[in-house]
Each structure stands twice: as structure tokens, then as C-alpha cells.
């Protein structure tokens, strides 16, 4: 998604939808690793903050921001380059808003709802290019298994919860209060 579909370097400014999201928290270490700029979005000032921790350069609560406003107003209306979506829905129109000329938005989620809507003018006009992204290839995993292993990728994990304790990780994820991964163990 990050490198492969948005081909994201250095010198770009990336949106990522949602961090304490595996995927969002995933991307956003390898979109430090590449070196660019990350703006990151949450609904919880507590996620924002553990993720500037992380390093995250632009932290964004899109429940007290209008998002694609106040990028467009920190970047003197340039906007980002790439946006990394994975809410579909509720965050399409902002993701528009923010995405900046000959910028790439690449989805792969629809936590939200799967409709969405856009003014086609817009896409043809600022020539961008708009990705759908799944998971990656076996050439791909390995890339990211020899980060891991050299210690540069490391996966956050929220908690972890015991087979038996099921319906209480589907309840902190349903909460939405988790920062990265909720793992549930099963026994050998």
C-alpha cells in the first residue's frame, strides 16, 4: 500500500486515516522509514499523543478539526501528496479535501461503509490518482519480514487475550480504544 501502490518518498507529505489502527500504526512506520512527512488523524487525543511518541509529524482529531481545512491551511493550500484511507465513507470527502494536485489516495478499507462519493471534475482537474490496495505479494512480505528482523519494523500490540476471553477482545475493538493489534492466544 505504502510502497508498492502510492510509492511514497521522501520529499511527500502523507495523510494516514485512524492511527492505533494496525494498518494505519504499520504505515506509519514505514512511511518514517522512507523519510516523508506524516500527518495522522484519530478521534482520541490520547492515540495522538502516543503516536507523536512514535514520531508521527502532524497530528490531527478529526472529531475537532475539519481535516482537509486545516491541512490545506498548514501547507499554504498545497496539500498532502499521498493519503493512506482505510475508513472509506466518513473519511472520503476529507481525504479529497486534503489530497493535493497530482496526489494519490489509496484505500484499502471500507470500515465506515463502502459507498462514496466524489466530484469526478475534481479527479480529472488536480490529475489525481486514486488506488485500491489488498494485501501484498510473497516478494513484498518478505521485504517486510527482513525489516521486522533487522529491528527497524516493530508491530505494536495492544493487548492480548487468552481464547477464552474472545468476547472481551471483540469488545475493547469495538471500542475503538485499542493502539495497535489485539491478539487472542490459542492454546497449543
Same mark, same amino acid.
Given at each position: 500500500m505504502v510502497v508498492t501502490r502510492a510509492k511514497v518518498k521522501k520529499t511527500d507529505n502523507v495523510l494516514i486515516?485512524?492511527?492505533g489502527g494496525g494498518v494505519?500504526?504499520?504505515?506509519?512506520?514505514?512511511?518514517? !522509514?522512507?523519510?516523508?512527512k506524516t500527518w495522522v488523524t484519530s478521534h482520541s487525543d490520547e492515540k495522538l499523543a502516543l503516536a507523536r511518541g512514535l514520531g508521527a509529524d502532524n &497530528?490531527?482529531?478529526?472529531?475537532?478539526?475539519d481535516i482537509g481545512k486545516e491541512i490545506r491551511a498548514r501547507t499554504s493550500k498545497r496539500g498532502v501528496?499521498?493519503?493512506?484511507? &482505510?475508513? *472509506?465513507?466518513?473519511t472520503w470527502t476529507q481525504s479529497l479535501?486534503? !489530497?493535493?494536485r497530482r496526489g494519490r489516495l489509496v484505500t484499502c478499507g471500507a470500515t465506515s461503509g463502502p459507498m462514496v462519493q466524489m466530484d469526478v471534475r475534481r479527479l480529472f482537474w488536480n490529475q489525481?490518482?486514486?488506488? *485500491?490496495?489488498?494485501?501484498?505479494?510473497?516478494?513484498?512480505?518478505d521485504i517486510v519480514t527482513n525489516e521486522f528482523r533487522?529491528?527497524?519494523?516493530?508491530?505494536?500490540?495492544?493487548?492480548?487475550?487468552?481464547?477464552?476471553? *474472545?468476547?472481551?477482545?471483540?469488545?475493547?475493538?469495538?471500542?475503538?480504544?485499542?493502539?495497535?493489534?489485539i491478539v487472542v492466544r490459542i492454546p497449543d
Amino acid at each position: 500500500m505504502v510502497v508498492t501502490r502510492a510509492k511514497v518518498k521522501k520529499t511527500d507529505n502523507v495523510l494516514i486515516w485512524g492511527i492505533g489502527g494496525g494498518v494505519a500504526l504499520a504505515a506509519l512506520e514505514i512511511v518514517r !522509514l522512507i523519510g516523508a512527512k506524516t500527518w495522522v488523524t484519530s478521534h482520541s487525543d490520547e492515540k495522538l499523543a502516543l503516536a507523536r511518541g512514535l514520531g508521527a509529524d502532524n &497530528t490531527l482529531n478529526y472529531t475537532t478539526t475539519d481535516i482537509g481545512k486545516e491541512i490545506r491551511a498548514r501547507t499554504s493550500k498545497r496539500g498532502v501528496d499521498v493519503v493512506l484511507d &482505510t475508513v *472509506g465513507e466518513a473519511t472520503w470527502t476529507q481525504s479529497l479535501i486534503a !489530497l493535493g494536485r497530482r496526489g494519490r489516495l489509496v484505500t484499502c478499507g471500507a470500515t465506515s461503509g463502502p459507498m462514496v462519493q466524489m466530484d469526478v471534475r475534481r479527479l480529472f482537474w488536480n490529475q489525481w490518482d486514486i488506488m *485500491g490496495s489488498t494485501m501484498g505479494n510473497e516478494a513484498e512480505f518478505d521485504i517486510v519480514t527482513n525489516e521486522f528482523r533487522a529491528g527497524r519494523l516493530t508491530p505494536l500490540v495492544d493487548s492480548v487475550f487468552d481464547i477464552s476471553q *474472545g468476547r472481551q477482545a471483540f469488545e475493547r475493538l469495538q471500542s475503538g480504544q485499542q493502539f495497535g493489534k489485539i491478539v487472542v492466544r490459542i492454546p497449543d
